[in-house]
């Protein structure tokens, strides 16, 4: 049996209620008997050596893992009290509400604008498109550096910038939680620092679940901190926790360096 | 670096170096002229083809039907029952089999039967094309009774391309990054919404390139229209798609067997009206490849 750690949940509840999830790849169990409640409007880190888990329960969180035909999920993830893995939920609104950023920017070939706007336009949103856009852009940190050339490719971008643009982008579909997969880890330090700054600001109004392979990244950013090791969670608390106390022996070897 | 470190014999190294280079310089010479036997024959080919037929080739060699007189005769009814065919065989192929490609790498479980069709399809790239025509015969011809006409010729020909379609655009399909696809799903877009407007815009440039190739291919092809009925002296151009039928590569043959050297220069020029349509099909494939390219 999992263990299930405690978390100072503030008065709106859980943004997330992970019970007893696991994730199997064919035969190979990825992610074993995970539980956690990921706290509204905060940073939850996920760390851990590769091949962890960590990724795969993050994709569980808006059912990625659905588009991985050898993959089964067993448990629930509680969102708003009702479990994602219902068989009356449908995966596409959830991933409307649950957004996600990758670890590769990944914007579409088109315009900076159009980029932004396709997922308004593919969820039939009616209104100020522009407004809309310019919003986000703003939220993301990169309208100033872009206002003036809306219409060029997303190629043309500096990878950081592909990556704000693509938090933008999934920042148009007014999602309630955002998840990210190893965000920075294409980006060098300068563009790697301006994430972790949008992502201080973003935690203000969203909550962000961030899988992250950097263990200072996931100091300096997050408010609890979960460990995984091989398909299972061996801790999760409040992150000071996590790096200056840790009540596992094995999470202490990770966050000081000694394996992983 | 210590002594015994070093090259023990500066001469052998040197001459293993000089052997390596020539070794290189061998390889690209014969490369080069392999690819030269192909572009030579061309050359060759078209010198001469142009030699014989380029003086036959006017308006009046466009605008005449055949005839039994060479200096009469024309390419009018060929020509205009190429560009039919062809026409008619990109309507139908283009839409089924992009359709069949899309399913098959987006919607299809990976179950026996999906890697059975696939199978199948490869095969079926490889009949050869008499074979199409007699099954061209059996169906359209006969049992669906549409006779020796421009409807039967596509449509046999559509089934011989195909195949060809499909795998290209599998192949197109296929090259769209995952990273594009996960992007658009991770914004909720459903599964209809990811193929409309990420990844067939992406694919498309691949997929009319294989369609353009296989319909230039559907364009020389002579024996599976013999087959379904296409004639080789006609002296009227289709007016619907029941009607008789000739093209290109079929009226070339036919004034190749013929006995006087009039028709052989005919020939010729009815081969540079084929490759001159052929090139036409490859500059639009490049065109729409290019626009498509630009816009996404």
Redesign the interface.
Known sequence: MSTTYDIAIGSEGPALEVRDLSVFYGETKAVDSVSLSVPERGVVALIGPSGCGKTTLLRCF?R?ND?I?AARVDGAVEFGGVDLYDASVDP??V???I??V?Q?P?????SIYDNVA??PR??GFQGDLDALVEESLRQAALWDEVSDRLGDSAYALSGGQQQRL?IA??LA?KPQIVLMDEPASALDPIATQRIEELIYELKKQYTIVIVTHNMQQAARISDYTAFLYMGKLIEYGPTDAIFTNPREERTEAYVTGRFG | MTRSERPVDDAARTAFHRRRRLAGSVFAVVCGAATLVGVVALAVLLADVFADGFRELDVAFLTSFASRFPERAGIKAALAGSIWIVSLTALIAFPLSVAAAIYLEEYA??SWVTRAIQTNIANLAGVPSIVYGILGLALFVRALGLDRSVISGALTLSLLVMPVIIMAAQEALRAV?S????????????RW?VVR??VLP?AMPGILTGTILALSRAVGETAPLIMVGAVGFLAFTPQGLSDSFTVLPLQIYNWVSRPQDEFRALAAAGIIVLLTLLLTMNAVAIILRNRYSSR?
């Open positions: 808006n990625m588009l035909k596409v609104e991933r409307r509400r957004g996600m990758f590769k990944n914007p579409f070939p088109k396709f997922g593919i969820n693509c982008r999934t579909v | 479980p990976r990054p990273t594009i696809r996960e992007a658009a799903y991770g914004l909720g877009a459903t919404q407007t990420q992406m996404s």
